[in-house]
């Protein structure tokens, strides 16, 4: 039973898996190419001792241009790959299909994951070897590039938590969404603002006198949790999929109040800050409630 769940999943997402592995390695490709177009070297110079050896997210700099042990567009083909597996499958029925197949849902939810998953990180240790290969090629015979495991490790480390939260995200958000449109500037939203609220959180940590390590493995931690509770609760959710919701922006009636709540109080969390001044504070919040009811309740 589970070997032919597999295929036939295999057999229905294996043109969308192929479509994006194409844009990946496209994409690698640019961004390599990209960085060592940056690269500003003179033949001898031995690069980064001091900054590889250390527990923190690797950082190039010091005048020599970028060079990234992480490839940074892969957080978007995970996003993107969320969108494809788990939205798609409301709009071709396929759902349907598979719930009356004889499967149980959560062999089905488990087994699409482990495929999309599985599909991602091989994809990673594929264009990353790429990537490096293209450092590599493109490399003065005399340039040395320091690699040590505290860097390498922290930087993977950092580059796969927010590729997975992105990809925990999306999957989530496409299994609660029932419209596509919606889903993407919902998705798309709430993706960039934490770029904003990460960055408001790193700074109030400065007050902590945090080492740059400390911060970095405390972000890893928290993408992690984020990965798991999404897709755990992701799983609690697709054993009661209601189909009949098809097509409405909410599949789950009963998680309006709850996504109403949230979005009001991270909605006035994100511009108004730390509601230092209140009137800001009360007026954000007011602006979000009515946004929030016309958005959720409004016929």
Not at 71 to 85: D, E, H, K, P, R
Not at 278 to 292: D, K, N, Q, R
Request: proline share 3%; glycine share 10%.
């Amino acid at each position: 039973m589970n070997k032919n769940l597999t295929r036939l999943l295999w057999r229905h997402y294996g043109k969308r898996l192929t479509a994006i592995s194409a844009i990946a390695l496209l994409a690698v490709l640019f961004l390599a190419l990209s960085d060592t177009g940056s690269w500003s070297v003179k033949p001898g110079t031995n690069l980064f001792s001091n900054q590889i050896t250390k527990w923190e997210v690797y950082s190039s700099g010091a005048g020599y241009g970028t060079l990234a042990l992480y490839s940074n567009g892969l957080w978007f083909i995970y996003w993107l790959t969320g969108v494809l597996l788990m939205q798609s499958d409301l709009k071709d029925n396929f759902n349907q299909f598979l719930f009356t197949s004889g499967y149980r849902r959560s062999a089905i939810y488990w087994h699409k994951l482990l495929i999309g998953v599985g599909t991602l990180l091989a994809l990673t240790v594929l264009t990353s070897l790429i990537h490096f290969g293209i450092y590599w090629l493109k490399l003065d015979s005399q340039v040395v590039i320091n690699l040590a495991w505290p860097g390498l490790l922290t930087s993977w480390a950092m580059g796969l938590a927010t590729s997975l939260g992105a990809f925990a995200i999306t999957w989530f958000a496409s299994l609660i969404i029932g419209q596509t449109g919606p889903l993407l500037v919902t998705a798309a939203g709430f993706t960039f603002s934490l770029i904003g609220v990460g960055g408001f959180i790193s700074t109030q940590t400065l007050k902590y006198d945090l080492s740059m390590s400390v911060r970095n493995w405390l972000t890893i931690g928290v993408w992690t949790a984020g990965v798991v509770v999404l897709l755990l609760w992701g799983a609690w959710l697709y054993n009661r999929l209601p189909l009949e919701n098809n097509g409405k922006y909410l599949m789950f009636p009963g998680l309006r109040v709850p996504v109403y709540v949230v979005f009001v109080t991270y909605m006035t969390f994100l511009f108004a800050g730390n509601g230092e001044y209140l009137i800001p504070t009360l007026s954000v919040a007011i602006i979000s409630a009515a946004f929030g009811y016309c958005w959720l309740w409004w016929p």
